[in-house]
C-alpha cells in the first residue's frame, strides 16, 4: 500500500516535471512557426500594396523598393 501511495504522490509529478522542457520547446517552436508565417503573409501583403500603388504613380518597382529600404 505504501508503495503505491509512493508511486502516486512522487513519480506523477516527476514525469510532469521530465516532460516540461520538451513540452515548453515544442510549444516555443508551434508559436515561432505561426508567427513566422503571420509575418511572412503581412510582408507579402504589404508588397502587393507597394507594386499596386507603384503601378498606379507610374513609378518603377526598382525605386519603391529602395524608398521601403530607407524607411
Same mark, same amino acid.
Not at 510532469?16 to 508565417?37: C, K, Y
Not at 500603388?53 to 525605386?63: F, N
Given at each position: 500500500m *505504501?508503495?503505491?501511495? *509512493?508511486? +502516486?504522490?512522487l513519480l506523477r509529478p516527476w514525469g510532469a #516535471? +521530465? $516532460?516540461?522542457? #520538451? !513540452?515548453?520547446? &515544442? @510549444? =516555443?517552436?508551434r508559436n515561432a512557426m505561426i508567427a513566422s508565417t503571420v509575418l511572412a503573409q +503581412? %510582408? /507579402?501583403e504589404r508588397d502587393d500594396v507597394a !507594386? *499596386? &500603388? =507603384? =503601378? %498606379? $504613380? @507610374?513609378t518603377a518597382m526598382s525605386e519603391v523598393v =529602395?524608398? /521601403?529600404a530607407n524607411g
Amino acid at each position: 500500500m *505504501f508503495t503505491h501511495l *509512493f508511486d +502516486r504522490t512522487l513519480l506523477r509529478p516527476w514525469g510532469a #516535471v +521530465r $516532460r516540461w522542457p #520538451v !513540452e515548453s520547446q &515544442l @510549444g =516555443a517552436r508551434r508559436n515561432a512557426m505561426i508567427a513566422s508565417t503571420v509575418l511572412a503573409q +503581412r %510582408r /507579402a501583403e504589404r508588397d502587393d500594396v507597394a !507594386e *499596386f &500603388l =507603384a =503601378a %498606379r $504613380r @507610374g513609378t518603377a518597382m526598382s525605386e519603391v523598393v =529602395a524608398q /521601403a529600404a530607407n524607411g
